[in-house]
């Protein structure tokens, strides 16, 4: 279950679901439901396209991986982030819905290099409201690189 909200408004309510994932092996179609209203599709022909986020083959995770919990309002900051590469962007997007929150998995480099996008978005960020969202980010994250003890 991806920490991704759904977008349906059923009965003119948001919906309060998250976005459930299925990639099966071969065709490399993805399939995605809801967990709460069932709104389904099928996404195919990502590869190769802006939104292909999987690791490339040299990038290897080096460090001890932790399970990091933010609110949602941190990971909805993290996804509006203008200028993540594809290593910090794949982190945002694996994230994972959970009863308490949302689940990033990462070593204390990738969490090093997510903080640097946030600190640069923020300083560069006109919009009060905005800037005081990814201050909120950059101090969930910090607090938990320095738990991480790197
Ligand atoms: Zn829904």
């Not at 490399?28 to 190769?48: K, L, M, N, P, T």
């Not at 996804?79 to 009863?99: E, I, K, P, S």
Request: charged share 30%; net charge negative.
């Amino acid at each position: 279950m991806s920490a991704l909200p759904c977008r349906r408004r059923p009965g003119r309510r948001s919906c309060p679901g998250h976005i459930v994932v299925f990639r099966p092996d071969l065709p490399a179609r993805i399939e995605r439901r809801c967990d709460s209203c069932g709104d389904e599709d099928v996404i195919s022909g990502w590869e190769g396209t802006s939104f292909d986020l999987r690791a490339s083959k040299h990038r290897r995770s080096t460090g001890t991986v932790a399970d990091i919990v933010v609110p949602d309002e941190v990971a909805t900051a993290l996804r509006d982030l203008q200028l993540l590469d594809a290593d910090c962007g794949r982190l945002v997007y694996q994230a994972r819905a959970a009863d308490d929150g949302v689940v990033l998995s990462a070593d204390g480099d990738e969490l090093d290099e997510l903080l640097g996008f946030v600190a640069a978005e923020a300083n560069h960020e006109p919009n009060r409201r905005r800037q005081q969202r990814l201050d909120r980010a950059f101090a969930v994250l910090s607090d938990a690189l320095q738990t991480m003890g790197s």
